[in-house]
């Protein structure tokens, strides 16, 4: 069955860093976009980063340009999404999402806290 795994999150300091993976598993991995999206206490869930195939376009949210990181593993079926510069306003459950229409997964989630 289709599984994405989120791992990485945790507490962090704010100016700290964290890379979060997302492990695939149970569809074509190397044939979906690959999004990060995050969901803030009490807000919506936010778009944060994409990466697209074959092409390896990427994408960001305004509020991450310039300090997050998104990048992928076809071979090892995994996507990562590289933090740094946090800030508290970063804190959020962080989902992984595979998409490619008309399939669209998400993993569990994982949670990162960015507090002092």
């Known amino acids: 069955q289709v599984q994405l795994v989120e791992s990485g999150g945790g507490l962090v300091q704010p100016g700290g860093s964290l890379r979060l993976s997302c492990a695939a598993s149970?569809?074509?991995?190397?044939?979906?976009?690959m999004k990060w999206y995050r969901q803030p206490p009490g807000a919506e869930r936010e778009l944060v980063a994409s990466?697209?195939?074959?092409?390896?376009?990427?994408n960001y949210a305004d509020s991450v340009k310039g300090r997050f990181t998104i990048s992928r593993d076809n071979p090892k079926n995994t996507v990562y999404l590289q933090m740094n510069s946090l800030k508290p306003e970063d804190t959020a459950v962080y989902y992984c999402?595979?998409?490619?229409?008309?399939?669209?997964?998400w993993g569990q989630g994982t949670q990162v806290t960015v507090s002092s």
């Open positions: 999402n595979a998409w490619r229409w008309p399939k669209n997964y």
């Open positions: 149970g569809f074509s991995f190397s044939a979906y976009d």
């Open positions: 990466i697209t195939i074959p092409g390896l376009n990427t």
